[in-house]
């Protein structure tokens, strides 16, 4: 997929979780951005592994970078998995992950499509929408300074 669409898969996310923006939209493209350093590393190579990255978010859960680590999961590896390549489970020589067939080429009208259907999802139909029973606002509690950050950080996710 191209980055346009991971970018605004990743933003979705953060919209429907509450999440960090900049830290999700950013874990989006991290994959992509580890693959330009070291001029040896293939695409979809071992920054794509489906194992290491659910790993890293099992790891990183407690701490504020879970938010960019959902971003590369939900945002990046599992639009990949879309696509005819689709997504290595370890390393470049591992079996590979294709969700539905991998039907999917990168920057073809299908890709674009799929990316507007989730974001308007994300933004209009799932926009005002609330996990939270009592349809408290996390977000806007922390920010009016009625919760701390942390507080904020180990309730966004609850569903009860």
């Given at each position: 997929m191209t980055w346009a669409s991971h970018i605004l898969v990743g933003a979705s996310v953060?919209?429907?979780?509450?999440?960090?923006?900049?830290?999700?939209?950013l874990g989006a493209i991290l994959p992509d951005l580890i693959e330009m350093?070291?001029?040896?590393?293939t695409h979809r190579g071992i920054s794509h592994s489906v194992a290491i990255s659910l790993v890293a978010?099992?790891?990183?859960?407690?701490?504020?970078?879970?938010?960019?680590?959902?971003g590369v999961v939900l945002g990046h590896l599992l639009p990949d998995a879309l696509t005819m390549t689709g997504v290595p489970i370890l390393d470049e020589k591992s079996r590979r992950l294709?969700?539905?067939g991998g039907k999917l080429r990168?920057?073809?009208?299908?890709?674009?499509?799929?990316?507007?259907?989730?974001?308007?999802?994300?933004?209009?139909?799932?926009?005002?929408?609330s996990v939270d029973a009592e349809r408290r606002n996390w977000a806007e509690l922390q920010h009016?300074?009625?919760?701390d950050k942390r507080e904020y950080?180990?309730?966004?996710?609850?569903?009860?």
């Open positions: 953060a919209k429907i979780f509450g999440l960090n923006y900049i830290l999700t939209t350093f070291p001029k040896r590393m978010l099992v790891l990183l859960w407690k701490t504020p970078l879970r938010d960019a680590w959902i294709t969700l539905f990168t920057a073809s009208p299908g890709e674009f499509v799929v990316t507007g259907i989730i974001a308007f999802i994300a933004f209009f139909i799932l926009g005002s929408f009016k300074s009625l919760i950080y180990e309730n966004r996710f609850r569903f009860w």
